[in-house]
């Protein structure tokens, strides 16, 4: 049984979003900089389905089964261009980091894809130093891919096909 689940996001999340969002070092790995005031946690909310230059973001909470406690996030994003694809990402509190919840929710994350039967490729990118995250998705059988997009991160991808 699943340890966790996700969930829709709620305005009554902001002041967790928040605490864990603002944390310089739960964020340092992240491609965003820290929240900075509880309006952007709101403004997180409320962006959590998000269609922008035809691409659709979905960001839903991670929630904890047993305590109902809000630790982070997921997003799936889809480009339009590439109904075949999605990129995934995730980000949980610092206080939660090295318990195994990383490994899980990538696999809850792939498990939802495969039900979607036009997804053929999900991508991932993670910051080099984020050593953690590496081992996570390549745990969940993501393989590195070379890429010169950006010499901060490593692109994994996985193939569903």
Same mark, same amino acid.
Request: glycine share 6%.
């Given at each position: 049984?699943?340890?966790? !689940?996700?969930?829709?996001?709620?305005?009554? $999340?902001? !002041?967790?979003?928040?605490?864990?969002?603002? $944390?310089?070092?739960?964020?340092?790995?992240? @491609?965003?900089?820290?929240?900075?005031?509880?309006?952007?946690?709101?403004?997180? *909310?409320?962006?959590?389905?998000?269609?922008e230059n035809e691409v659709l973001t979905i960001r839903?909470?991670?929630?904890?089964?047993?305590?109902?406690?809000?630790?982070?996030? *997921?997003?799936?994003?889809?480009? $339009?261009?590439?109904?075949?694809?999605?990129?995934? @990402?995730?980000?949980?509190?610092?206080?939660?980091?090295?318990? @195994?919840? @990383?490994?899980?929710?990538?696999?809850?994350? *792939?498990? $939802?894809?495969?039900?979607?039967?036009?997804?053929?490729?999900?991508?991932?990118?993670?910051?080099?130093?984020?050593?953690?995250?590496?081992?996570?998705?390549? !745990?969940?059988?993501?393989?590195?891919?070379?890429?010169?997009?950006?010499?901060?991160?490593?692109l994994y991808v996985m193939n569903l096909s």
């Open positions: 049984m699943s340890r966790i !689940k996700f969930r829709n996001l709620q305005l009554g $999340d902001t !002041k967790k979003l928040y605490e864990i969002y603002s $944390d310089k070092e739960a964020m340092k790995f992240r @491609g965003s900089k820290p929240m900075e005031s509880i309006e952007d946690a709101i403004i997180f *909310v409320q962006n959590q389905r998000m269609a839903k909470g991670i929630e904890l089964v047993e305590s109902r406690e809000l630790i982070g996030s *997921v997003m799936y994003r889809y480009r $339009d261009a590439s109904v075949e694809e999605c990129e995934i @990402g995730y980000s949980i509190g610092h206080a939660f980091w090295g318990q @195994g919840l @990383g490994k899980e929710i990538v696999n809850i994350l *792939v498990s $939802d894809l495969r039900k979607n039967k036009t997804i053929k490729r999900i991508i991932a990118w993670s910051n080099r130093e984020n050593i953690a995250s590496i081992k996570i998705l390549e !745990k969940n059988n993501f393989h590195l891919v070379e890429q010169a997009e950006s010499t901060m991160n490593k």
